[in-house]
């Protein structure tokens, strides 16, 4: 095995995760087989309690794992599937040491951090670097471990210990890192001390970069790369500078431009490991559709404007690979993707009382947009907006995409519009608590009390129903499949008794669980796009293979539902001229 260490310095947050995504992309174009653990050193054992404003969007896996959004990063570049256990954190590797003392598996001993946390953190690494990832079953032959925050943060001390142990117990080829930092610019000048020092404390922690990744908003002076190759003892081609790009899906090809191919190669000495003609011939294949596909983005000048109604806006990764799912999807269209970021809150009647200006600003972002959608959340907030946003999609036939809640508010807002359903009920137990009769219940097996990890999560199926040839969504997943898979995370459901009173008002349930009493997917049928999931298929969207709720939302617009559903090439309009 060997392992590609990512580690930040300086600051965090400056995109550790997409030069590690990319670097790996990189490796898989030569045909290897590539894994990722992302380490974490909060003591959350994992990301599902964790709030979206602050933190993000909680990522799903398939086996039901709420983890970093950075994995989501690794999935979607590397189209792997990764399990919870490729996201360490302080919390589970905690709660095992201190399972494992409780056993009496310690012998006795004093637990301490060194050697016992450690040696769980190296143990944990070794063990899930070697699971498959991706179609061929086979163990991966490079693992890349991105260590979150900084180094030198009190809580990622024990990861920074046990990662210099797994260096030492390396061949020297089979361990690389590669240190990213930040370049800040101060009255024009772009300054290295900050990076000098970065350099300095992760070699102090007993760990040796071998490359520096300078993350900065414009490329590299000739003077910054010499000042800082001088002063970190390593020669100007290890300093690769890794400036702002139009879209991060440029990275890669920023990244090869400097070379990190061949240095990582050299390295790892990449060259004694032995990779199938089939798997290089695929590394090939995507590495010019990749760059095919992101290289032209510039380029695209049609637009396809989308309305995202939502209520944890204040941070910008809240809809991470909601956003990631759109883009792809636009990428396929040849759109040129623009979001609007509605708060939900803002189209409520209130917000016209008390900031008219917010309100009709929101009304007329929602009311001018080619699409809207509604993506998952969580509590009542918000909600009456996000119904008057289903409304105003359904009434005027505009595309309307619902993710999990959003289906949820779809069926809210149909009950109550369409089947006169009185408001109490057409509403959700979540947004009152009422021990009432409500359109949207909860699932009891997931309400146990406790937070985390209780939810129906992961990957399961939902089939199609009869008569439901019709559907443009299934027309997308292909006809001749009769179930697909999808991931989930949700506590709440359609209520079976409304069912039939939905269905004969025209709302269809086109897809529910294996057992027929959970509805997964409904669809109007006389309208250009009107679809709720009640599973999250942004967790599945690829860059290659966009999500196909998504690509049909985004096609249809975009005008091109029909191109896309008859698999024709789009060709896009340079400034209205093909
Ligand atoms: N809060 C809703 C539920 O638990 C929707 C969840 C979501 O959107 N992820 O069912």
Redesign the pocket.
Known sequence: MKYLLVSGGVISGVGKGIIASSAGLLLKTMGLKVSSIKIDPYINVDAGTMNPREHGEVYVLDDGGEVDLDLGNYERYLNITLTRENNITLGKIFSKVIEQERRGDYLGKTVQVVPHVTGCIEEWIVRVAKLPVDDTKEEPDVCIIELGGTIGDIEGMPFVEALTELRRNCRREDFMQIHVSYIPVVHGEQKTKPTQMAIKSVRSAGLIPDLIACRCEHPLEKATTDKIARFCQVSNEHVLAVRDMPSTYQVPILLSEQNLVPLMTSTLQLKEVTIAPALQEKGMHIWNTWRDLTMGLQNLHEVVEIALVGKYLEQPDSYLSVTKSLQHAAMRCKRKLVIKYVDAEHLEKSANKTDPATFFKAWHDVSTASGILV?????GRGTEGMIGAANWARENKKPYLG????M?IAVIEFARTMCNIPTPQAS?F?FDDADEDRV?I??PE?HPGVLGGT??LGRRPTLWQPNTEWSKLRALYGLQNESIDER??????VNPKYIDQLQDQGLTFIGKDETGVRMEVIELKDHPWFVGV?F?PEYLSRVLEPSKPYLGFIAAAAGLLGKITKNEAIVPQVNGVV
């Open positions: 993506p998952g959340g969580f509590g993710i999990c809640l959003g949820q959700s979540e949207i909860s699932m997931h939810m129906r989930h995370r949700h506590r709440y459901e009640q999250h």
